[in-house]
């Protein structure tokens, strides 16, 4: 399905990102990461804008072309009592700008049918306490990919999606932490790279802007105290 074309993911050398990569490999694409961790392509921080330059030089000059940008790398997250200036705008760059700043760069060079798809979080439209900068930047991303999206109207397709929880261990859950789902189950980073390689595809081809939440139905089920069994325990 993926015969020869380019796939960049940032973030790729764990977790859902490498199993987006993985995914892109078995079905024929050529994959470039860019992580913090070693890995066999580009190793470098996404909040740099240096990093960012040498990146997208390196991808071009390998391949001359981009078929497919995944902005995957996950941003840190703390909360409004500990974290600092400098740990907000690092988990922005990484989040938000990094993203934009590698669009820009490969603008240029995306090859006919090319998708953007963006990692965001169901944390973009619901949050637990403590962990602003986390979602801070996962709710910019989400607001970029529209963006994006109509800016780039006709040349390239732009689309988020907003994992839920997802165990990059695919480990097995029984008990409450799969039946508090409405889909009874623990998400795994399959279902995320899954959801990637289709908006990538010409299967896709009529969906731009949009934001496709991956949470097994978690954001759609409404919680109240003494209700169903839910119980706040203060």
């Known amino acids: 399905m ?12 764990q977790g859902i990102g490498k ?7 078995k079905n024929g694409a050529h994959v ?6 070693p890995n066999g392509y580009f190793t470098g921080d996404l909040s740099e804008e240096e990093t960012l330059r040498r990146f997208a030089d390196k991808v071009i000059r390998d391949y001359g ?7 995957n790398a996950l941003p840190l997250s703390k909360g409004i009592d500990h974290c ?16 934009f700043y590698l669009a820009k760069l ?8 090319s998708a953007i798809v963006n990692i965001s979080s169901s944390r973009d439209r619901m949050s637990q306490p403590q962990t602003e900068s986390y979602t801070a930047a996962k709710g910019g991303i989400s607001a970029l990919t529209h963006a994006l999206a109509v800016s780039l109207a006709g040349k390239v397709r732009v689309n988020s999606i907003s994992p839920g929880w997802i165990d990059t261990d695919f480990q097995s859950y029984e008990g409450a932490d799969a039946l508090q789902q409405p889909a009874g189950r623990v998400g ?9 390689l289709f908006l990538c595809s010409d299967k896709a081809g009529f969906i731009t802007g949009e934001n496709i939440c991956i949470d097994g139905g ?16 203060l």
């Open 2 to 13: 993926f015969q020869d074309k380019i796939a960049v993911i940032t973030g790729a050398a």
């Open 19 to 25: 199993c987006i990569a993985e995914e892109f490999q």
């Open 32 to 37: 470039c990461i860019i992580d913090k961790q």
């Open 65 to 71: 072309k981009i078929d497919y940008l995944v902005n």
């Open 84 to 99: 600092s200036y400098e740990e907000f705008n690092y988990a922005l760059k990484v989040g938000v700008t990094a993203p």
């Open 106 to 113: 490969f603008l240029p060079y995306f090859a006919e049918g």
């Open 188 to 196: 795994t980073p399959l279902d995320i790279a899954n959801m990637v």
């Open 218 to 233: 978690m954001t759609r089920q409404m919680i109240y105290h003494g209700d169903f069994g839910w119980t706040l325990h």
